[in-house]
Structure formats: structure tokens, C-alpha cells
């Protein structure tokens, strides 16, 4: 899977963890429905699991990937 957009919650819990590590396995993960009220501590949470994680907290929020 190139990109797993998830909602934010999945990437917080140990069982979510794994099966995004063990299962799904994607190069890139975008994580979504995250409260702007929120943003800055959610953001923060997630990356310390997934570093690379992109956090999506406006509406209509947009990431372009590119493959080679």
C-alpha cells in the first residue's frame, strides 16, 4: 500500500500501531479527522510512533506523492 489515510485515533492505540506496522504496511500514512483544537498535541503524539506521518488538520488539506 503506498498511502494509508487513517483516522488520527487508530495511529495512537498499541493494537492500531501494529496492525499499520504488521498489516498494512504503507510507505506513507496520513492521518485525518484530528480536531484543530487538538492539532498541535495530536501531531505530536503520532510522530513520536511514525515520524514521517503526515497529520491533516484543515479541511481539505492536500499532500502530493510521487513515485519514480
Given amino acids: 500500500i503506498d498511502i494509508a489515510v487513517l483516522p488520527y ?3 495512537l492505540g498499541d493494537a492500531g500501531q501494529a496492525v ?3 498489516h ?3 510507505k506513507h500514512i496520513i492521518a485525518v479527522h484530528v ?3 487538538e492539532a498541535q498535541k495530536v501531531a505530536g503524539q503520532i510522530r513520536q510512533v511514525f515520524p514521517d506521518a503526515a497529520v491533516f ?3 481539505l488539506e492536500k499532500r502530493h ?3 519514480r
Fill in 9 to 11: 485515533w487508530f495511529l
Fill in 35 to 37: 480536531s484543530p483544537s
Fill in 57 to 59: 488538520t484543515t479541511m
Fill in 24 to 26: 498494512i504496511k504503507p
Fill in 65 to 67: 506523492y510521487y513515485t
Fill in 20 to 22: 499499520v506496522r504488521e
